[in-house]
């Protein structure tokens, strides 16, 4: 066999191995909603269409708690995500989320977020924090910075750990899920607001 037909054959392998490794990653999507009921290895919850839905937790499922905060509680170098409305820079931010030293790097960077038709979530640190109305602030995150205007009535939550016994019914949570090969839902990540918040995300 020649080398370039060696070449070829090994870049064919490598293509299919990689489709086949992609393809085999659980597939993640966001629900949100509020507690209906919680088990010990369940969780239903009721969505703002008014139908349930039931996910699996494992020992894996990691439970966050989202308390209220405000604007005053962001800083200079603060770790804080904030929902964008569609448009150009700076965005107009619809929801700001601060986080504990512990979940520093919580979905870093800028994404296409499924909240509303053209909105993001950015996280990242702040690097420019100029108070006023609105607030300005821009994010730093690896190979990027991106521009927010903050109202002064912009829901601000605080993000931490947080534990099982918090999924009370009624409490309003987004949940990070995988579809398993049985078509099953299991939670990877859930955000539970406490005390009436709700979760940024």
Same mark, same amino acid.
């Given at each position: 066999?020649?080398r ?24 993640m ?5 509020t &507690? ?6 369940r ?12 996910v699996?937790?494992?020992?894996r ?11 005053? $509680? ?7 995500? &904030?929902?964008?409305? $569609? @448009?150009?820079e ?10 504990a030293?512990s979940e ?8 296409? +977020?499924?909240t ?8 990242? +640190? ?25 109202p @002064?009535?912009?829901p ?13 019914p ?15 839902l ?11 918040? &709700?979760?940024?995300?």
């Amino acid at each position: 066999m020649t080398r370039p037909v060696k070449r070829s054959l090994l870049a064919a392998l490598l293509t299919v191995a990689s489709v086949t490794a992609v393809r085999a990653e659980p597939m993640m999507a966001r629900f949100r909603g509020t &507690v209906a009921r919680a088990e010990a290895d369940r969780l239903e919850i009721r969505r703002p269409s008014g139908s349930t839905l039931a996910v699996r937790m494992d020992p894996r499922t990691r439970i966050y708690a989202v308390n209220e905060s405000d604007l005053r $509680a962001i800083k200079p170098e603060s770790y804080v995500s &904030v929902l964008g409305a $569609a @448009g150009v820079e700076p965005r107009r931010a619809t929801a700001v989320t601060l986080y504990a030293p512990s979940e520093r790097g919580f979905e870093a960077g800028n994404q296409p +977020w499924d909240t509303a038709q053209g909105a993001t979530l950015t996280a990242g +640190w702040v690097s420019d924090l100029r108070r006023g109305s609105p607030l300005k602030l821009a994010l730093s995150y690896g190979g990027g910075q991106s521009a927010f205007e903050i109202p @002064g009535n912009t829901p601000v939550t605080q993000f931490s750990p947080g534990e099982r016994a918090q999924l009370q019914p009624g409490a309003a949570v987004t949940i990070f899920a995988r579809s398993d090969a049985d078509g099953a839902l299991t939670a990877a990540t859930i955000a539970v607001g406490r005390q009436g918040a &709700v979760p940024g995300l």
